[in-house]
């Protein structure tokens, strides 16, 4: 194939393609200010009580949270606030975000997820011009973070299915990365457990975009527990 060809090639990205692109792997960066690096989603508390103690501990942990806890109740929120968005409907939008602050087991949790929501918004509003996200956002009294997600992505007109997925790797990135801090675990065998959890982001992000509100759920009371129990911790590195 000639260069000229190569250029002309079908599979090349459109403008609005890689744009899209761009803002995603910009806003769910590990770099993107919204403090994610400050929560560990009760790791913390798992890892004194001796629940999570190596690689393969923290994977099945994790796998447990995506699957069967907040993994999917976040994928399943976001999923229903940008098709909500995209159809303007603004009642529907107002009750999931309602409902999705009202879901979280802890108050460090409604910290952890209220926190990084409004920062979210803020800084994507600061930083990119986007018609009509105003006024979205003024529909709802409170935004957590994968609200906020779906929200702006939908706003800027960004596929939902790569936002789904795109947002479960960085919530996943994220658990990780407070796991190898307190562990503690090496870089590789970082990567070593996010790349086994590839299928079960995948499997999640799946379930969360033909899901219902209905169900909405969670089975992770070992985790649920934590996030109480951290509020107490006599030593804590994260907040929550």
Same mark, same amino acid.
């Given at each position: 194939m000639t260069t000229n060809e190569l250029r002309r090639a079908p599979y090349a990205m459109t403008e609005a393609e890689a744009a899209a692109l761009y803002r995603l792997l910009t806003w769910l960066s590990p770099s993107f200010p919204v403090g994610g690096f400050s929560y560990s989603s009760g790791i913390e508390w798992a890892v004194e009580a001796g629940?999570?103690?190596?690689?393969? /501990?923290?994977?099945?942990?994790?796998?447990?949270?995506? /699957?069967?806890?907040?993994?999917?109740?976040?994928?399943?929120?976001?999923?229903?606030?940008?098709?909500a968005?995209?159809?303007?409907?603004?009642?529907?939008?107002?009750?999931?975000?309602e409902l999705a602050a009202a879901f979280v087991p802890s108050r460090e949790r409604q910290l952890e997820t209220t926190a990084q929501g409004r920062a979210f918004i803020?800084?994507?509003?600061?930083?990119?011009?986007?018609?009509?996200?105003?006024?979205?956002?003024?529909?709802?009294?409170?935004?957590?973070? =994968?609200?906020?997600?779906g929200l702006v992505a939908s706003a800027h007109g960004i596929p939902l299915s790569p936002t789904l997925h795109a947002f479960?790797?960085?919530? /996943?990135?994220?658990?990780?990365?407070?796991?190898?801090?307190?562990? =503690?675990?090496?870089? /590789?065998?970082?990567?070593?457990?996010?790349?086994?959890?590839? =299928?079960?982001?995948?499997?999640?992000?799946?379930?969360?975009?033909?899901?219902?509100?209905?169900?909405?759920?969670?089975a992770t009371f070992r985790a649920d527990l934590a996030?109480?129990?951290?509020?107490?911790?006599?030593?804590?590195?994260?907040?929550?």
């Open positions: 629940d999570v103690s190596g690689a393969d /501990t923290l994977r099945h942990w994790l796998s447990a949270m995506l /699957t069967d806890g907040a993994g999917f109740c976040d994928g399943v929120f976001l999923v229903h606030a940008h098709r968005l995209q159809l303007d409907d603004m009642r529907g939008l107002r009750d999931v975000a803020e800084i994507a509003q600061a930083a990119w011009t986007c018609e009509g996200l105003a006024a979205a956002v003024a529909q709802c009294e409170a935004i957590v973070y =994968p609200v906020a997600v479960l790797h960085a919530l /996943t990135s994220n658990w990780i990365s407070a796991g190898s801090r307190l562990i =503690p675990l090496g870089q /590789t065998d970082s990567q070593r457990v996010l790349a086994a959890l590839e =299928p079960a982001v995948a499997a999640t992000a799946a379930r969360a975009l033909v899901a219902t509100l209905d169900d909405l759920g969670s996030s109480l129990r951290h509020e107490t911790q006599y030593t804590r590195l994260f907040r929550s």
